[in-house]
Each structure stands twice: as structure tokens, then as C-alpha cells.
């Protein structure tokens, strides 16, 4: 089983020998089994405290360069041109732990039909959508 425990910074990229698509909830782990796109066997034995990101490549003691893809998820999208309506709803969602992805005119989270109301609720446009997830790594996420 090929065992990745090596991120591999920009200038140490080799040539990438496949890739591996997880969900988000899994690119915060650094210890688990899984499959990559190809169907070989992984074990990930990373060091704790950072999470993957769309594009991270990952290296074996054995050569190998996989590339970490963020996988499609259910999201709720909502938008609004309202800035200060944006924050509020930032303000609502961050008081509740939910992990956001935030752009320009709205922000992104898991689906969950409970948030969407509470987002409805306070005047914002939601649309579900399936893509990937890159949500705000946090203050104090360093790497």
C-alpha cells in the first residue's frame, strides 16, 4: 500500500502520478485510508494541524506525487448585493461554527436546510448547488 506522509512544497513538486479527490471534511484529517482516483490504495500519514487544499501535492517515500482535488459537495450558495446584510449573515453563520467559503456578493456552506432558513430569514437569495469547497481556513489556521 503506497503510504503519502510528505507535502510538498512549490520548488519540490515532481510530475504528479495521480490525484486524490476528498471532501472537505476529510482534507482536515491527516491520518486515513482512501482511494485515489486511478483505485490504488493510500494510507495519508501527514503531520497534524493543516489542512489540504485544491492542488496540494503530496509525496511517498517511494517517489510518488499525488494532487489533492477538492471534491464536489452539496453547497448552499447565498448571495445578496447588500454588504452589510453579507456580514450579518457572516456574523450569524460564524456564531454557529459553519465552516464559510465567502466571496464578493455571497458565501457558501454545507447544505443544511436548518442554516438555509436562518439565511432566508435574514433577507439573503439561496440557490443549492454542487461544487467544490474551499471554506475560510480561520485566524488561527497557520499553513
Known amino acids: 500500500m503506497i503510504i503519502l506522509n510528505q507535502r510538498l512544497a512549490g520548488e519540490n513538486k515532481r510530475i504528479v ?15 486515513f485510508r482512501a482511494v ?5 490504495e493510500i494510507t495519508l500519514m501527514l503531520d497534524r494541524g493543516k ?13 510518488l506525487a499525488i494532487r ?10 447565498a448571495t445578496t448585493c447588500d454588504p452589510l446584510l453579507l456580514l450579518r449573515a457572516c456574523y450569524h453563520l460564524g456564531n454557529r461554527h459553519t465552516q464559510l467559503q465567502i466571496g464578493e456578493h455571497g458565501l457558501s456552506y454545507l447544505r443544511d436546510h436548518v442554516l ?10 439561496i440557490k443549492h448547488e454542487t461544487q467544490p469547497f474551499q471554506p475560510e481556513l ?4 497557520h499553513g
Open 138 to 141: 480561520g485566524a488561527y489556521h
Open 51 to 63: 489542512t489540504l487544499q485544491e492542488g496540494d501535492v503530496l509525496g511517498s517515500d517511494c517517489g
Open 17 to 31: 502520478n495521480s490525484t486524490l479527490t476528498l471532501p472537505f471534511e476529510l482534507r482536515k484529517k491527516c491520518r
Open 36 to 40: 485515489l482516483d486511478d483505485g490504488q
Open 68 to 77: 489533492v482535488c477538492a471534491a464536489s459537495e452539496p453547497l448552499s450558495m
Open 116 to 125: 438555509d432558513e436562518m439565511i432566508i430569514h435574514l433577507g439573503l437569495d
